[in-house]
């Protein structure tokens, strides 16, 4: 939320893509924030949509609990219930940047 906070006051970004991932809330807590607080447009993507719940990812961050947030699903619907477009390839959250442009 700090960065988001630094783009929204930073009069010469245009736009911000926000990349995720599944585990943990952050990007949930980002989405809030988004749609409480910024006009600059955001674009994400969020890695990890088909990795099994409970499976360790990589990092001790990246595990998905069956607690209803920190999925890949949770994330991307919080993000689009804040306006924020989220793509299915890195390619598509270009396409986003581009029509915000």
Do not use: W
Not at 13 to 19: G, K, N, R
Not at 34 to 41: G, K, L, Q, R, S
Not at 71 to 87: F, W, Y
């Amino acid at each position: 939320v700090d960065a988001l906070e630094a783009f929204e006051n930073d009069p010469d970004t245009h736009a911000v893509v926000m990349c995720g991932e599944i585990g943990g809330e952050d990007e949930e807590q980002a989405a809030k924030y988004i749609a409480e607080n910024m006009d600059t447009p955001v674009a994400g993507f969020i890695a990890g949509r088909t990795a099994p719940p409970g499976k360790r990812m990589g990092h001790a961050g990246a595990i998905v609990s069956g607690s209803g947030t920190g999925t890949a699903e949770s994330k991307i619907s919080a993000l689009n219930d804040a306006g924020v477009p989220v793509g299915d390839t890195p390619n598509e959250v270009a396409d986003h940047i581009e029509d915000f442009l």
